[in-house]
C-alpha cells in the first residue's frame, strides 16, 4: 500500500518557523512530482507549493512566496516544507501529495493521487 506520511507539525508562534517532513516508506517517489496542500476549517484544500521529479522546478502559492521552500530528498525518499515568517492564517492541515512519473511542479489538486494523513499546524498570534 502506497503510503505518504507527514511530521513535524505543531504549534508555533507568529513569526516563527517549523519544518514539514513526508516520508514515503515502502514506496519510492523519486520519479513523481510532490506537492505541498493545507486546508483550514471550513475552507477548501488549497495549494501550497510543489516540486518537479527532478527538483530543477518549483512551484508556490502566492500567499506562500519568499516564505515557504519545498525540496525533496530522493536518497531519503523524503520531501520538505520549510515554512518561515509564520502568519496566523499558515493555520491548516498540511497534506503531502504525488502527482505522477516524471510530472513538473503542478499546483492543480486533481493532478494528485497519492495523499498523506495530514499534519496539524497552528500558528499563534
Known amino acids: 500500500q502506497v503510503q505518504l506520511v507527514e511530521s513535524g507539525g505543531g504549534l508555533v508562534q507568529a513569526g516563527g518557523s517549523l519544518r514539514l517532513s513526508c516520508a514515503t516508506p515502502?514506496?519510492?517517489?523519486?520519479?513523481?512530482?510532490m506537492g505541498w496542500f493545507r486546508q483550514a476549517p471550513g475552507k477548501e484544500r488549497e495549494f501550497v507549493a510543489a516540486?518537479?521529479?527532478?527538483?530543477?522546478?518549483?512551484n508556490y502559492a502566492d500567499s506562500v512566496k519568499g516564505r515557504f521552500t519545498i525540496s525533496r530528498d530522493d536518497a531519503k525518499n523524503m520531501v520538505y516544507l520549510q515554512m518561515n515568517s509564520l502568519e496566523s492564517e499558515d493555520t491548516a492541515v498540511y497534506y503531502c501529495?504525488?502527482?505522477?512519473?516524471?510530472?513538473?511542479?503542478?499546483?492543480?489538486?486533481?493532478?494528485?493521487?497519492?495523499w498523506g494523513q495530514g499534519t496539524q499546524v497552528t500558528v499563534s498570534s
Open positions: 501529495a504525488a502527482s505522477g512519473p516524471w510530472r513538473g511542479s503542478t499546483g492543480y489538486k486533481g493532478d494528485y493521487g497519492y
Open positions: 515502502g514506496h519510492t517517489f523519486s520519479t513523481y512530482g
Open positions: 516540486i518537479s521529479w527532478s527538483g530543477s522546478s518549483t
